[in-house]
């Protein structure tokens, strides 16, 4: 019954942002999201790009490090407040999956390793994120879910596919948990 009523509230989300669109400009000379969500069948999902780069670190990672996983990549970049407010919820829903087959990933963008690593020090920010300086990996889901904003999440599902694109400056744990279960769900 749980998992019917989460369904249910995920479909009445679906419906009420089918209708959103980004809102032209933003605070800080950067496009910011409208609480679309964009949902894909799993049948008419598109590959997703293989991202790739160096960490925060320098270490080269990808998501190919974690092909069969759920994985939830998300835009972002220190300088950002719409990121700076979501980062708190991107990372209570992480720590909730830390055991399980879901990785969260960041993807750096505009901004520098040094004072990122120092925001994620602060927050509490566990999970690795790519440098994306080139913008040439958000570019990358051009053929599947392009971004539209900063901050973008996007979710990949474990074969490989884009399923979920977030453009919700408001994004709530609720509603991410929401998403990533869907997903989960939808390939099982």
Partial sequence: MRHALAGLGVAAMLVLTACSGVEEGGEGGYISGDGTVTTIDPGDRQPAPALSGLDLEGEELSTEDFAGQTIVVNLWGSWCPPCRKEMPILKEVAESYEDSSVQFLGLLTQDKPA?????NDKIGITYPSIVDDSGENQLAFADSLPSQAIPTTW??????????????????AGTLTDLIEY???STQ
């Fill in 115 to 119: 004072s990122a690593r120092a925001f």
């Fill in 155 to 172: 979710i990949i599902d474990s074969e490989g596919r884009v399923a979920v694109r977030i453009l919700d400056p408001e994004l709530g």
């Fill in 183 to 185: 997903v989960r769900k």
